[in-house]
């Protein structure tokens, strides 16, 4: 038996099914880790984060989103993308702290 994934503040992560008022072929789901909530979809090879929000600021959180995600994407030998980052304080950490290179408006980590 599989031993479950725990994150470093032991933070569960919830989803929920999406309203999809995009018509763009992604089936987006929220998520919620912590203060943390925001959308994503699996499609392809890739987990995809649209949108990300950390309601309280510097408490670690969104590192345990990254540690779910990164789990994930070991597991299933998949990449993970931030689609259209623009804010440069978040490309710049991705980059520089979280293994992330820029593709375009994207940032993307491979685990194959």
């Known amino acids: 038996m599989a031993q479950e994934f725990i994150s470093t503040h032991n933070l569960p992560f919830m ?3 999406f309203d999809q008022p995009l018509n763009d072929g992604y089936n ?3 998520f919620k880790v912590g203060t943390c909530k925001g959308l994503f979809a699996f499609r392809g090879n890739s987990f995809y984060i649209l949108a990300i929000e950390n309601e309280v600021l510097n408490n670690g ?3 345990d989103v990254l540690e779910w995600f990164e789990n994930s994407c070991k597991r299933d030998s998949c990449n993970l993308v931030f689609l259209e980052v623009w804010n ?3 490309l710049e950490h991705l980059i520089s702290k979280r293994g992330f290179v820029k593709r375009g408006v994207d940032a993307v980590k491979k685990f194959e």
Request: proline fraction near 0%.
């Open 15 to 17: 989803t929920a099914e």
């Open 28 to 30: 987006w789901n929220h």
């Open 88 to 90: 440069k304080g978040l």
């Open 61 to 63: 959180h969104f590192g």
